[in-house]
């Protein structure tokens, strides 16, 4: 006679199921703490807001070392001065435990902080892949109240391009030009490939007429823009999950595997860079993360 203690094959394997999918979740949550797609402080928002959550589940152990430069030995220092058990969760902390965990957090990587006085001028940044193009095209058929910037670039114009409309096609000697007449806003040399820039006069003119204009550039442009035009409002557009990242470049189909290799990499060093801009917006989903953006207008 079977034990009726013993759960049936059929919920046995069920449970099994369940517990290797919440290990996957587990495991993407760390890729998108040690990529910098969420922040810890984010990880550990969603673990104490949802108690049955896997980051909840997460070890105290697996959610430090997930964290750049933290090794074994650093993290085991950690627990010992914030009075943590190795063993615990992260939904399993106590009060006091939660409070000295975020206050170290926030002490070692410190969130970006909006800043007071928001400009008209918005720069929307972040790493390949992370559909900037699409959320700025998306901004420009639903608000036309914003002004989209058109960059100039040394890159031959794909098929369905329009000169003034997507570009301004140059060649090197007038890009040379327009940075000699300081007539660039910025200008960067994207992915060791073509020039791009963008053209100071149009974003001056639609400033003076009230419009609020958006630039849709790179990490390297952003700097510039910063330097140049400090009051500008940076907006830096994050990916939902660092292994959707990874899909959506695989998934355009436009590079080999090398250079998908090298963007990969380079998108690693971009996410790092999220902490000099001032508002974070999440591209889950399109319309979504356009509306969050345009919003931020000043």
């Given at each position: 006679?079977?034990?009726?203690?013993?759960?049936?094959?059929?919920?046995?394997?069920?449970a099994?199921?369940r517990a290797?999918?919440?290990?996957?979740?587990?495991?993407?949550?760390?890729?998108?703490v040690?990529?910098?797609?969420?922040?810890?402080?984010?990880?550990?928002?969603?673990?104490w807001?949802?108690?049955e959550?896997?980051?909840?589940?997460?070890?105290i152990?697996?959610?430090?070392?997930?964290?750049p430069?933290i090794?074994?030995?650093?993290?085991?220092?950690?627990?010992?001065d914030?009075?943590?058990?190795?063993v615990?969760k992260?939904?399993?902390?106590?009060?006091?435990q939660?409070?000295?965990?975020?206050?170290f957090?926030?002490?070692?990587?410190?969130?970006?902080t909006?800043r007071?006085?928001?400009?008209r001028?918005?720069?929307?940044a972040?790493?390949?892949?992370?559909?900037?193009?699409?959320?700025?095209?998306?901004?420009?058929?639903h608000?036309?109240?914003?002004?989209?910037?058109?960059?100039?670039?040394?890159?031959?114009?794909?098929p369905?391009?329009?000169?003034?409309e997507?570009?301004?096609?140059?060649?090197?000697?007038?890009?040379?030009?327009l940075i000699?007449a300081g007539?660039?806003?910025?200008?960067?040399?994207?992915?060791?490939?073509?020039?791009?820039?963008?053209?100071?006069?149009?974003?001056d003119?639609?400033?003076?007429?009230?419009?609020?204009?958006?630039?849709?550039?790179?990490?390297?442009?952003?700097?510039?823009?910063?330097?140049?035009?400090?009051?500008?409002?940076?907006?830096?557009?994050?990916?939902?999950?660092?292994?959707?990242?990874v899909?959506?470049?695989?998934?355009r189909?436009?590079?080999?595997?090398?250079?998908?290799?090298r963007?990969?990499?380079?998108?690693?060093?971009e996410?790092?860079?999220?902490?000099e801009?001032?508002?974070?917006?999440?591209?889950?989903d399109?319309?979504?993360a356009?509306?969050?953006?345009?919003?931020?207008?000043?």
């Amino acid at each position: 006679m079977p034990d009726s203690r013993t759960p049936p094959e059929v919920d046995r394997a069920a449970a099994s199921r369940r517990a290797v999918a919440a290990r996957r979740e587990r495991a993407a949550l760390k890729r998108d703490v040690t990529s910098r797609v969420i922040s810890p402080q984010d990880l550990l928002r969603r673990a104490w807001a949802e108690p049955e959550s896997p980051a909840a589940a997460m070890r105290i152990t697996e959610f430090l070392t997930a964290i750049p430069a933290i090794g074994e030995g650093k993290r085991d220092r950690i627990l010992a001065d914030l009075g943590i058990s190795p063993v615990k969760k992260i939904g399993g902390l106590g009060i006091r435990q939660r409070t000295a965990l975020s206050a170290f957090l926030d002490a070692r990587l410190p969130e970006p902080t909006a800043r007071g006085g928001r400009s008209r001028l918005v720069v929307l940044a972040g790493p390949t892949a992370v559909g900037k193009g699409t959320v700025a095209a998306h901004i420009k058929e639903h608000h036309p109240e914003i002004h989209l910037s058109v960059s100039a670039t040394t890159r031959p114009p794909r098929p369905g391009e329009v000169e003034g409309e997507h570009y301004f096609f140059v060649d090197d000697a007038e890009f040379d030009r327009l940075i000699d007449a300081g007539e660039l806003l910025e200008h960067a040399t994207v992915h060791n490939a073509y020039r791009y820039g963008t053209p100071r006069t149009p974003i001056d003119e639609a400033l003076a007429g009230g419009r609020t204009v958006l630039l849709e550039i790179d990490l390297q442009g952003a700097r510039q823009v910063r330097k140049a035009a400090p009051d500008a409002t940076l907006v830096f557009l994050l990916p939902p999950s660092w292994d959707e990242l990874v899909n959506r470049l695989v998934g355009r189909g436009t590079e080999g595997e090398e250079e998908r290799a090298r963007r990969l990499k380079t998108a690693r060093v971009e996410l790092a860079s999220q902490g000099e801009f001032d508002y974070r917006v999440v591209n889950d989903d399109v319309a979504r993360a356009a509306a969050e953006v345009a919003g931020l207008a000043g």
